[in-house]
């Protein structure tokens, strides 16, 4: 299957701080890149669906202004936790699907934000 | 609104077969994946349906019951492995292919 690479992969930072992920499709040009957040033992929650060249979507609950989504370009998409707070700490997911890639996303390793 | 059911936990030996459902009420369904994560990685796809009936792959066979809202993940010969967390997910038409998912189920695999 196709790679998506996620980085970094685990960050700690203090409170305050803005902490940006990037998210990489390395063999294939992602047209949508979505955004998940993970508490632990829970399911994945969407946060947001990123468009190249375009807005993000974000879903209902996400503060937008919080969660900054940049997807400048077919391969790379990012993620900025502004003023983080420890509340914000967890694992952060993003998956990527292609131009005519109508069914599967595929994941990213995942990072895992710590705020103290 | 979506509505996706799966139990919390399960636990099979080794060597079983063990099935996991999945329940789910959508709007404008398209279609259901099964995910397997394993704790603090991001999610291996495993099985992707559209259409009602049962798909076959491996040790790992996928169903679906478009009219009954119902999947479920059929894992044989279970191995050690096999222990982590497993999660149903569904896409809708029109919403750009985003997964929802489940509650996803805990799946411990004992000797």
């Known amino acids: 299957g196709a790679v998506v690479s996620q980085h970094p992969s685990w960050v700690i930072c203090k409170s305050g701080t803005s902490v940006k992920i990037e998210c990489r499709s390395l063999?294939?040009?992602?047209?949508?890149m979505f955004w998940y957040r993970q508490f632990p033992k829970q399911s994945l929650m969407l946060m947001a669906t990123?468009?190249?060249?375009?807005?993000?979507?974000?879903e209902q609950g996400v503060e937008k202004d919080k969660f900054l989504i940049n997807h400048a370009s077919l391969t790379l998409s990012t993620l900025t936790v502004t003023s983080a707070h420890p509340e914000d700490s967890s694992f952060y997911i993003c998956?990527?699907?292609?131009?005519?890639?109508?069914?599967?996303?595929?994941f990213g390793q995942g990072t895992r934000l710590t705020v103290v | 609104g979506q509505n996706i059911d799966q139990p919390t936990e399960m636990t099979a030996t080794e060597g079983a077969i063990v099935q996991i459902n999945c329940t789910y009420q959508?709007?404008?369904?398209?279609?259901l994946f099964w995910y397997q994560q394993h704790a603090g990685e991001a999610p291996t796809f495993l099985s992707y349906?559209?259409?009602?009936g049962l798909e076959e792959k491996g040790r790992f066979s996928s169903f679906l019951s478009r009219s009954k809202g119902y999947s479920y993940l059929l894992l044989k010969e279970l191995q050690m492995k096999d222990s982590a967390s497993y999660l149903c997910a569904v896409t809708r038409g029109g919403g750009g292919n985003k997964l929802t998912f489940g509650t996803g189920t805990q799946l411990k695999v004992e000797l």
């Open positions: 990123s468009n190249e060249g375009s807005k993000a979507t974000y």
């Open positions: 349906n559209v259409l009602d």
């Open positions: 998956s990527a699907r292609g131009t005519g890639r109508t069914t599967e996303a595929f």
């Open positions: 959508t709007s404008g369904f398209n279609g």
């Open positions: 063999d294939f040009q992602a047209t949508t």
